[in-house]
């Protein structure tokens, strides 16, 4: 064994106490999320929550108390994040119908459902963006407790905008003057959200959204804000929003030149930090085909945690996917994603893999696969980097890259594992085999 190792090892041990649990997972190739290469034959001893040890077989000692879980013939990695999830909405095509119908039921069956299935899809952390607040911190608490299943989340509550859409205003809080708009991100933060949404906000006064973003920051609360429309983009850049959403409702063919120039010198301010955006980009990269070919709409894994009644309304919303409201801009906006995508990846923006998880057709169980299918095999990305967008960076962005993100000594064992090469197959994350949770199997 090597000597450093060993010793690292054995002082891991030493300060922990006798009736801490051993796991030894053994066997697999380690995508560790850093930039290393990878580990074949690898070794990651977990003790209770944490990693305390990586290495490989004939160099790492596996304990002898150790419950031995083999990845042989395994991609070992860091667990999934997902950082643009909706927990509120599991697929149905009509909101309007769904928020009435269910507003008394998303604390209970609906978002622990939508948290529980992605958990068996592989991931273990996740960046809720928008539902009521006092459900939004009820399930993420609930969560951490170790009362229901889900991934580690980071919510926002409920958007902040100019005037809330008719009938969503539990989940959508409108602002009608900079004082306003403080008042209404020190509730957010003082009921404890973990980030700020703001969208719609070339809708709003250029000082109501210098107020939103400076308000969050003065609370230590990054600010993540829509990029459909191009004045969106600008304001968010110019009064300093954190991490931008999606790749743009606007047909245009590409981002225009002054949003390109402002996107560079932000990029280029080592001092701002980095600049993240989540482009979502494959529930419209993939629709044209999915009218066509839809029987994953007849997959189970989506019905995990919610009662019949509410997978038979789903199922029914769903009846036509050419005829669903929320795509029919889609095919003009088709064309462009790509650009816009190759636009920001080019221009020093670090991506992030988001879904929007829980719009129409996509569901928990599986849309975070896809979209790390679409960068890899139809956008040229690199498996790697794609891994380290849905692992490593987001753990970044949230600041919570010293606990999670990577499979890495002190930090919580969120470890996955998938049979295959997924280096060389990444859709095989679709069907992940083992998932470990803050140290406990729990798939």
């Known amino acids: 064994m090597n000597a450093r190792i060993a010793a690292a090892l054995l002082a891991a041990f030493a300060v922990l106490p006798v009736h801490a649990r051993t796991l030894a997972l053994v066997g697999g190739t380690l995508v560790d999320g850093t930039l290393r290469d990878p580990i074949a034959d690898s070794v990651v001893i977990v003790r209770d929550e944490r990693i305390v040890a990586v290495g490989s077989q004939g160099e790492l000692a596996i304990p002898a108390d150790a419950e031995i879980v083999s990845t042989e013939g395994m991609t070992v990695l860091p667990g999934l994040w997902d950082m643009h999830v909706h927990l509120m909405i599991n697929g149905h095509a009509d909101y309007a119908h769904w928020d009435k119908a269910y507003a008394g039921r998303l604390r209970d069956p609906v978002m622990p459902a939508s ?190 945690g919610l009662p019949p009644d509410i997978v038979a309304d789903i199922r029914a919303s769903l009846a036509h996917p050419e005829r669903i409201a929320y795509f029919q801009q889609t095919p003009q906006r088709w064309p462009t994603l790509q650009t816009k995508f190759e636009q920001l990846r080019g221009n020093g923006v670090l991506l992030l893999v988001g879904t929007d998880s829980g719009i129409p057709m996509k569901f928990h169980s599986d849309s975070t696969w896809h979209e790390l299918e679409v960068w890899v095999n139809r956008l040229g990305v690199p498996a790697v980097d794609a891994i380290r967008a849905a692992t490593y960076w987001p753990a970044v962005a949230m600041k919570a890259d010293k606990d999670y993100g990577s499979v890495a000594e002190g930090k919580y064992a969120d470890i996955i594992a998938v049979r295959g090469d997924a280096l060389r197959h990444i859709a095989l994350l679709q069907n992940v085999d083992i998932v470990i949770k803050h140290g406990k199997r729990v798939k």
């Open 115 to 304: 948290a529980r299935q992605l958990l068996m899809a592989g991931v273990t952390g996740a960046r809720d963006l928008g539902a009521p607040l006092a459900e939004s911190i009820a399930v993420r608490d609930a969560i951490r407790r170790g009362e229901i299943d889900g991934p580690t989340l980071f919510v926002s509550g409920p958007f902040i905008q100019k005037k809330p859409y008719p009938g969503t205003e539990a989940f959508r809080w409108g602002v009608d003057s900079p004082a306003d708009a403080r008042a209404k991100v020190k509730r957010l933060a003082d009921a404890g959200v973990d980030v700020i949404k703001l969208i719609d906000q070339d809708q709003m006064s250029e000082a109501e959204v210098a107020a939103v973003i400076d308000e969050a920051h003065k609370r230590g609360k990054p600010v993540v804000a829509h990029a459909h429309r191009p004045e969106e983009i600008r304001r968010a850049l110019k009064y300093g929003a954190d991490c931008l959403e999606h790749t743009g409702l606007a047909a245009a063919p590409r981002y225009p030149d002054d949003i390109m120039d402002a996107l560079r010198e932000r990029t280029a301010n080592m001092a701002a930090g980095p600049l993240f955006w989540t482009p979502t980009i494959e529930g419209l990269y993939n629709f044209p085909y999915v009218v066509k070919h839809h029987e994953h709409i007849d997959d189970a894994r989506w019905h995990l």
